[in-house]
């Protein structure tokens, strides 16, 4: 057999691996420049995906109001034409709306014109619901396709990834979603004690859902209640709170 032949099964192997990599793990730039964490240690970008939720989504504002946090909503076309006024509060109250697509597929599978249609759709509705278009695109599930990120910069949007994604939307206890959000305060523990932080220059992008691109009016509220016990922790750790709009500058280079 000749030595190509023998080599092809993991080169096939390898490729569909990098593959994988690319489209999927949150700091990798192989399918464009993403955004994935902030300027500084101390900032922290907590960020929703998956609403606006009537259920949920007026709760976490109340909530983020009490600690003055701003944060990122990712929001999805088909909620944003369901509640536009929801829309509006939550730009209202400070915070920054972000682009999820229109009916939150699997952008992996999505050749470019859907993708294009796709972040199209979106923006719009969040534009009806604002008279403001999105400057930042978050894609469903994190996965990403060779197109994904030129068309968002088309439509003038800046990917955004994350740190820390703890599954908040697992079927677990309140507790267990608690002990997956230490690493951000264990994080700022060391900041503040002026311990190396290895590789990490910038602070977390936390990845948590308001929402469920399944289900409308789903139940949120074990996230709701992880942010509860966390925010004035977290403030106490000295903590300052950031949308991705100031996240701009540097931390582009992952
Ligand atoms: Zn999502």
């Known amino acids: 057999m000749v030595p190509w032949l023998i080599l092809a099964p993991s080169f096939v192997a390898g490729f569909a691996g990098l593959t ?8 990798s730039q192989l399918f464009g420049h993403t955004v994935c964490k902030t300027n500084l240690p101390k900032q922290l970008a907590i960020t929703f995906d998956d609403g606006p939720n009537p259920a949920i989504t007026p709760k976490l504002l ?22 536009p006024d929801l829309v509006r509060e939550v ?10 697509t229109d009916t939150h597929p699997n952008l992996f599978f999505c050749g470019p014109e859907e993708t294009r249609s796709e972040l199209l759709r979106c923006s719009e509705a ?36 994350w740190t820390l994604i703890p ?7 309140r507790e267990w979603l ?8 264990a994080r700022a523990q ?29 139940d949120r509220t074990r996230t709701l209640s ?27 280079e992952a």
């Not at 109340?62 to 034409?81: I, N, S």
């Not at 730009?91 to 999820?100: P, S, V």
């Not at 900041?191 to 289900?215: I, M, N, T, W, Y």
């Open 190 to 218: 060391a900041v503040a004690k002026l311990q190396p932080l290895g590789e990490r220059s910038g602070g977390d992008v936390l990845c948590l859902h308001d929402g469920d691109f399944a289900r409308p009016n789903a």
């Open 167 to 173: 599954g908040d939307w697992r079927p677990k206890s």
């Open 91 to 100: 730009c209202a109250r400070g915070h920054l709306l972000g682009n999820h």
């Open 62 to 83: 109340d909530l983020l109001d009490r600690y003055h946090v701003k944060a990122t909503f990712f929001v999805v076309g088909k909620y944003v034409r369901q509640a």
């Open 126 to 161: 969040i534009g009806q619901a604002t008279w403001a278009e999105p400057r930042w695109f978050r894609p469903p599930f994190g996965f990403r396709s060779p197109w994904v990120g030129a068309l968002a910069q088309q439509q003038r949007m800046r990917t955004a990834m």
């Open 20 to 27: 994988a990599y690319g489209a999927v793990y949150s700091r």
């Open 178 to 185: 608690i002990e997956r959000i230490k690493p951000i305060a």
């Open 226 to 252: 992880a942010l509860e016990y966390w925010l004035p922790r977290w403030r106490d750790l000295g903590l300052e709170f950031v949308t991705m709009r100031e996240t701009n500058g540097k931390a582009v």
